[in-house]
């Protein structure tokens, strides 16, 4: 016996870790003349890639994040699209890092497969990973200091043979004066929401369940608005990096006063993470004008009776982001370059709650209230 009759065939896992790596080595274009540009001693995939800081002002912080995309992988599988995944998990923990008034700069992943087996059939599915990986690094502007790959066996589950589980950690810097710690928020300010059509990353354990139930194993074929299910569940999430940076400001660039805070919305919906960002000012909000949810969430909140009290905790129901501002046309119209389509949505009022305006399958046009 030997290690590739147990399912590790270190010969493939060389090519699909040289695919990996070439992606992320493009990458590193992105970083080039900036914070954060990649430095590389000697030209080999498993050799030392570092940046420079010897001459960082004393103001500069560093942070970390960490992430997953969730069972959104187990759609893909579905699908057998793996093109776009990344782009959820750079979202992810790029949108993370945004919130608090930081530059996103560097991305490592690890990527955990059952097993690539002993020739070239699932190479193909390495090659998606790595398209989207190049392209979502470039979205975020973010440079890419390595990609891990291992093979689990049984340990790694999903819908094909063939199943994967794929994390990342950030590294981003920020200046001390434009960390957004949420004390700045003040009643009367404005809170405009930035758009998103799919679910995001969030709520897809929910999300699958409902569908496995009322439409079969198979729900991912189901024919849904000139499309399929599945592929409206696969949407790719947005990321907002490059329009907030222009907004706030970058770590090399001047920063500005349009944004007093920021919540990402993914797990937990507005309540929670909008609250998170309120917490410090010990103030409420009040959304009285938000987008609708994509068709997919209300046909789950339809066939599984998930009530809109419920829906909004569970998933973005269409708000990607939320920014806090006193200068709303400011901010959108900075926004309207970058096509990402944003609204005036509510302002900050001295209770502390978060009324929403429900645009969800039941309780369309009615407030619903969440207390703080």
């Avoid at 992988?73 to 750079?90: G, P, S, Y």
Wanted: proline share 3%; with cysteine; glycine share 10%.
């Amino acid at each position: 016996m030997d290690y590739a009759s147990s399912g590790v065939d270190v010969n493939i896992e060389a090519k699909a870790s040289k695919l990996l790596y070439d992606a992320a080595k493009a990458s590193f274009a992105n970083r080039v003349g900036k914070l954060g540009e990649v430095i590389v001693p000697f030209d080999d995939f498993s050799g030392l890639r570092m940046i420079n800081v010897g001459s960082l002002p004393k103001d500069t912080f560093m942070c970390m994040g960490f992430d997953t995309v969730g069972t959104k992988v187990e759609v893909a599988q579905r699908m057998k699209d793996h093109t776009t995944i990344a782009f959820d998990l750079f979202a992810m923990v790029c949108d993370d890092a945004i919130i608090r008034g930081g530059e996103p700069v560097l991305i490592g992943s690890n990527l955990d497969v059952t097993s690539l087996g002993q020739d070239d059939r699932n190479i193909q599915t390495i090659n998606e990973l790595a398209q989207g990986y190049n392209q979502a690094a470039k979205e975020a502007n973010v440079a890419i200091i390595n990609g891990e790959l291992c093979q689990l066996g049984t340990a790694v589950g999903g819908y094909s043979k063939f199943a994967y589980n794929w994390g990342a950690a950030l590294v981003w810097f920020a200046r001390k004066e434009k960390i957004l710690t949420g004390k700045d928020v003040k009643v009367g300010d404005s809170i405009v929401l930035l758009e998103e059509k799919g679910f995001r990353t969030n709520g897809l354990t929910l999300a699958r369940k409902v569908f496995a139930k009322t439409l079969g194993n198979d729900w991912h074929k189901t024919i849904f608005k000139g499309s399929t299910l599945g592929k409206q569940v696969l949407l790719p999430s947005k990321i907002y990096t490059k329009p907030f940076l222009k907004l706030h400001g970058s770590f090399d660039t001047g920063g500005s006063n349009l944004i007093h805070g920021a919540a990402h919305i993914t797990g937990g919906g507005l309540p929670e993470k909008l609250g998170r960002a309120l917490k410090p000012s010990g103030l409420g909000a009040n959304l009285h004008t938000l987008f609708r949810p994509c068709d997919a969430i209300k046909y789950c909140q339809e066939l599984g009776s998930v009530e809109d009290k419920e829906a909004y905790t569970t998933w973005n129901m269409g708000q990607g982001l939320a920014l806090i501002t006193p200068e709303p046309n400011a901010v959108i119209n900075e926004l309207k370059k970058f096509e990402v389509k944003a609204k005036l949505a509510g302002e900050i009022v001295k209770e502390k709650s978060i009324t929403i305006m429900s645009q969800g399958y039941f309780d369309q046009g009615k407030t619903i209230r969440y207390d703080l």
